[in-house]
């Protein structure tokens, strides 16, 4: 009887280097955007931030950072805007998320909420502060409307759209879709045979959460709402758009330097930024620790 040996067909070397030839190829295009974009300015607003209007080295930009009252209070109110906005971004779209991956709702409710968290996420700048002001501004359609059916003042209370509690409300408009797209994989992680051997061991719904789900889904939620400071730290467009200069967080700081009126000081204005880049970097990198962490139980 004749037989036949089965042999795993091997790729020759020549396609093997032509196939490497091509995702070089293919990644040059994303390679010279981060050059361009990126490592550039990055490396320019370094180099900026050490030098003086007249060109000489000095460290007096960097110091200001944390000498100038200004300065200082301006970054001091973007951490708290920015902790407070992710903070109730978390903690509001992880419900959010868990409704509509583990909740029991319609299938098509969790296309239609991931859909719009991917458009409300990306939703900001202008727009978004001109759709504030004209539904919680001070002659808004929900201020008017609350004051003349419910006879109820919402400015009386103390509210005001352009402080800091308005600011953080605004924010998390785009906070909250994007803690749902982040933590929405995370869940789908959550493995059935976990809760089961929950139930089989006599485990209640506490247990489960308390001993197993949270433990493996804290890594996430931390390096989400990590995300989630970074993101609002360095929003810059919607909080101009809606207070212009009346809330002096520290990308505003950062525009009145760089932007060329009788005040400005472009060099200080690198500083900023690399001040800026320090904390974000920060933030981010911990996010992408967390993250990598995390990943190990979706295997």
Excluded: C
């Excluded at 280097?17 to 994303?30: D, E, I, N, Q, Y």
């Excluded at 903690?91 to 719009?116: D, K, N, Q, S």
């Excluded at 500083?271 to 990943?295: D, K």
């Amino acid at each position: 009887m004749n037989t036949t040996a089965n042999t795993a067909p091997t790729a020759a070397p020549g396609s093997v280097r032509a196939s490497g030839g091509l995702a070089v190829l293919g990644m040059a295009p994303f390679v010279l955007f981060a050059l361009l974009f990126l490592v550039v300015p990055t490396a320019l607003l370094l180099v900026g931030a050490f030098f003086d209007r007249e060109g000489h080295f000095t460290f007096g930009n960097i110091t200001e950072l944390f000498t100038n009252p200004a300065i200082v209070s301006s970054f001091w109110l973007s951490i708290k805007i920015s902790f407070a906005s992710a903070l109730g971004g978390a903690f509001i779209g992880f419900f959010v998320a868990y409704a509509v991956i583990l909740g029991g709702l319609p299938e098509w409710m969790r296309g239609a909420v991931m859909t719009f968290s991917g458009v409300a996420s990306n939703f900001a700048g202008v727009p978004l502060a001109f759709a504030f002001l004209a539904t919680l501004g001070r002659v808004g359609l929900v201020t008017v409307l609350l004051r003349d059916w419910l006879g109820f003042n919402l400015y009386s209370t103390g509210f005001n759209i352009l402080s800091f509690t308005g600011l953080t409300l605004v924010y998390l408009y785009f906070q909250i879709p994007l803690m749902v797209l982040v933590i929405a994989p995370a869940l789908d992680g959550l493995k059935r045979e976990w809760r089961e051997a929950n139930a089989v061991l006599g485990g209640s719904n506490f247990h489960y959460w308390r001993h197993i789900a949270l433990p493996i889904l804290l890594p996430s939620i931390l390096g989400a709402t990590l995300l989630l400071f970074a993101n609002a730290f360095g929003a810059v467009a919607t909080a101009y758009a809606l207070t212009g200069s009346s809330l002096p967080i520290i990308p505003i700081q950062l525009f009145a330097q760089i932007r060329g009126d009788v005040l400005s000081n472009p060099n200080l204005g690198y500083a900023i930024a690399f001040g800026m880049v320090v904390i974000t970097s920060i933030s981010s990198g911990a996010y992408i620790w967390l993250r990598s962490y995390s990943e190990r139980w979706v295997r």
